[in-house]
Nanobody
Framework: QVQLVESGGGLVQAGDSLRLSCAASGLTFSQYAMAWFRQAPGKEREFVGVITWSGYIIYAESVKGRFIISRDNGRNTVYLQMNSLKPEDTAVYYC?????????????????????WGQGTQVTVSS
């Protein structure tokens, strides 16, 4: 059974940085794409970014140039480095695994594609 555990959230001020981590177990981590999503109060869960097994990355326009996704296959962990944070980045951040096919080069921004999710970690950015 796939298990994803996020950590690193917190309360920061606008302009600060924060790094989220997501530790994965129950899957051959290096073979699958890993994504980050976020959900603000009263809004739908939205795509933040995704990294393939080979390291190819795409970002949502709203975070491009500020957020960086990386992965450490030796630690079965994916990271989200968030810089120049804004109040509108306030949300619960979730990591997700796309386990449809190993070594897939297909990237998806659709949350319905991702079958495994973490419990989320709260990020609050004050102005």
């Amino acid at each position: 059974q796939v298990q994803l555990v996020e950590s690193g959230g917190g309360l920061v001020q606008a302009g600060d940085s924060l790094r989220l981590s997501c530790a994965a177990s129950g899957l051959t981590f290096s073979q699958y794409a890993m994504a980050w999503f976020r959900q603000a109060p009263g809004k739908e869960r939205e795509f933040v970014g995704v990294i393939t097994w080979s390291g190819y990355i795409i970002y949502a326009e709203s975070v491009k140039g500020r957020f960086i996704i990386s992965r450490d296959n030796g630690r079965n962990t994916v990271y989200l480095q968030m810089n120049s944070l804004k109040p509108e980045d306030t949300a619960v951040y979730y990591c997700a695994a796309d386990t449809r096919m190993p070594y897939s080069g297909v990237l998806s921004t659709d949350r319905n594609v991702y079958g495994s999710w973490g419990q989320g970690t709260q990020v609050t950015v004050s102005s």
